[in-house]
């Protein structure tokens, strides 16, 4: 799987509406009985997407700490809208900022090609403490980089 970087980003709070672009390979395992990929496949392109969207698989700057800290994910709702069958071809899973809270973030998603949109989903992710076992501030560094992929507010 390959990200695409955005490129130049707007400063932070511009809301440029930016998509991070992440490529999914369609697997063979992927497939359920009738050769389309098994919806619970498809939230794992959801999740690959998302790890690579919030760099949590990005080592630390020198004496820094990651972008993010501790997340999860509250709530999911995804809408099939067609069938993805094997191909050799990636299907681009793209990733927007649709809301900021203070303690929360909500993602919007396509998997989709130049032909179709298989799969439109939203996310809403809670900052987590570990040590409380509670809902957790957002930071300015994380809001900062959410904002940069939001869309402008209509």
Do not use: C
């Amino acid at each position: 799987m390959v990200e695409i970087a955005a490129e130049a980003p707007p400063e932070p709070g511009e809301g440029s509406g930016e998509r991070h672009v992440h490529l999914a390979q369609v697997r063979f395992a992927d497939l359920d009985p009738l050769n389309h990929v098994n919806n619970v496949r498809m939230l794992t392109y959801l999740e690959d997407a998302r790890i690579a969207f919030l760099k949590w698989d990005s080592e630390p700057a020198e004496g820094g700490r990651p972008l993010f800290g501790p997340l999860v994910v509250a709530r999911q709702e995804v809408d099939y809208l067609r069938p993805l069958l094997l191909r050799r071809d990636p299907v681009r899973v793209e990733t927007r900022v649709t809301e900021v809270r203070n303690a929360s973030f909500r993602l919007a998603y396509e998997i989709l090609d130049d032909e179709a949109v298989y799969l439109r989903a939203e996310t809403v992710i809670v900052g987590y403490d570990l040590d409380r076992q509670a809902a957790r501030r957002l930071d300015a560094g994380e809001r900062a980089y959410l904002l940069r992929y939001r869309g402008p507010v209509a």
